[in-house]
């Protein structure tokens, strides 16, 4: 009698693991196949180096966001990044995009309440809080 309940037993375990095996499967390729047909999209949202540099600015939740680009199309150097750097204290994270041409800067200070106009005369300067 012994025997056939340690047998009993250990049958239902069996199927139990079976069963939840089973069902892991199922949900795996049910996952997998969601996100094979995910992933293009996720790789279609990141369309260039600036928009995903944007968006890193972005998630850092800051309440004004400002582009700078020189007035040639040149590189930011770096004197330039010193200027900048110099000019705008209150910017808490810069991101350099765009093969270094352009700097995308994050800070909770509005710049045009601080030396904006100053920055006006060396850069291009793009205001991007709120777009």
């Not at 892991?24 to 180096?49: I, L």
Request: charged share 25%.
């Amino acid at each position: 009698m012994l025997n056939q309940t340690k047998t009993l037993v250990l049958m239902l375990l069996t199927l139990l693991f079976l069963s939840v095996m089973a069902s892991c499967g199922s949900r795996s390729a049910n996952q997998s196949e969601a996100s094979a047909t995910s992933e293009p999209t996720k790789a279609a949202d990141v369309k260039t180096p600036f928009a995903r540099d944007l968006q890193f600015i972005r998630n850092g939740q800051f309440a004004h966001v400002w582009v700078f680009s020189r007035p040639d199309g040149k590189a930011i150097d770096r004197d330039d990044a010193a200027y900048l750097r110099l000019s705008a204290p209150q910017v808490v994270d810069w991101a350099t995009t765009d093969e270094g041409k352009r700097v995308i800067a994050g800070t909770n200070f509005d710049l045009e309440k601080g030396n904006l106009p100053q920055l006006r005369k060396r850069f291009v300067v793009e205001d991007y809080t709120g777009k």
